[in-house]
């Protein structure tokens, strides 16, 4: 690399730079070491900056942990709207099983179901509201009408994202690419019902 | 309590006697100290037996740990066979979720998602085998012409199960009486489907 390549000194670094920076190599150390390996030395090494300017941004490893893990998460299974909640629903549970598949998602799922007194709290509230916002693809069905007025949005996202959480954390079984569109029909169409296809 | 009332000395509970009340003692030790916590040494004392009598029948801490998994779980959680696919899911779930709202569930559903070198592999096998066994329900079913021939009976086990390891683990939300009969009709039903009783 030529002199005049270098990036910018770490403490130079400001800003939404250094945020992504910073955040990205949470997400890695987490990955890696796992909860108890993710201290803010370890993350300040991997990213490239002074300790200080993480205590200065994010002033808790905790805080700097659970931000890292809801941009993971949120930027790799974005919110579909395709106007279809059979379509809504395969894209999205198909995103988080390709991102639990990964070692960082299982990693971030796991650091969740730890228990650790310093988190629980926020990551409860964390999930809880990962849950919250994945039912209103449920919820604009049934204001649609594509789903009758006394669907629990709620307990159909449970039922979709149970049995992913479960083969990533719990059984081991792969979450392959026929798994979301499997579930998605199973829990729409019920299990009483011949299959649309069959 | 009176002298002649007094239990025999520890090196005299043998067989099925000091069998069950090593298992009790572990999954008490387990509930309250955890994983790490759950030597040979506490269970020894608990139960009120020798370390080597613990040794002898059990060889190491892994096995006594997961052969007192097995039990409770297999304990709280029997398999009905009503001759109805809704009553036996039902019961079997709703005793599953009685077990998991409980501290001794809960600690050892969590055991099962910790990753310790020591165990992974039998841990796997041990509730891949559980949700197995739980599709035999939904078989049944099928060989009844009471659900369609393409059902996938373990497909349909993860969706009811998924959800309860999620509350417990995950997203901290009750396990309640209504929440397995509500999985149930959602999973055999379907979400398009007007429910029975709307």
Chains 1, 2 share one sequence.
Not at 12 to 19: I, L, S, T, V
Not at 68 to 78: F, G, R
Not at 134 to 151: H, I, K, N, S, Y
Request: hydrophobic share 45%; aromatic share 4%; net charge negative.
């Amino acid at each position: 690399m030529a002199p005049d390549d270098q990036p910018a000194p770490p403490l130079r670094r400001r800003g939404a730079r250094m945020r992504s920076a910073v955040l990205a190599a949470t997400v890695d150390v987490l990955a890696e070491h796992g909860l108890a390996g993710t201290t803010v030395g370890a993350v300040a090494r991997a990213a490239g900056v002074h300790e200080t300017s993480v205590y200065r941004g994010w002033r808790t490893r905790e805080n700097l942990i659970l931000e890292a893990l809801a941009e993971q998460l949120d930027a790799a299974v974005p919110l579909p709207d395709t106007g279809r909640v059979r379509d809504d629903l395969v894209t999205y549970f198909g995103a988080l099983a390709r991102l639990l598949a990964t070692p960082q998602g299982e990693a971030l799922l796991r650091l969740s179901a730890e228990r650790d007194d310093t988190l629980p709290d926020h990551r409860l509230a964390y999930w809880s509201d990962r849950l919250d916002r994945g039912a209103v693809m449920v919820a604009r069905a049934v204001e649609r009408g594509e789903l009758p007025p006394d669907t629990d949005p709620g307990l159909v996202i449970e039922a979709l994202a149970g049995p992913l959480f479960t083969r990533a954390l719990i059984s081991g079984a792969p979450l392959d690419a026929t798994l979301a569109p499997r579930l998605v029909d199973l829990v729409l169409g019920g299990a009483s019902a011949p299959k649309p296809g069959a």
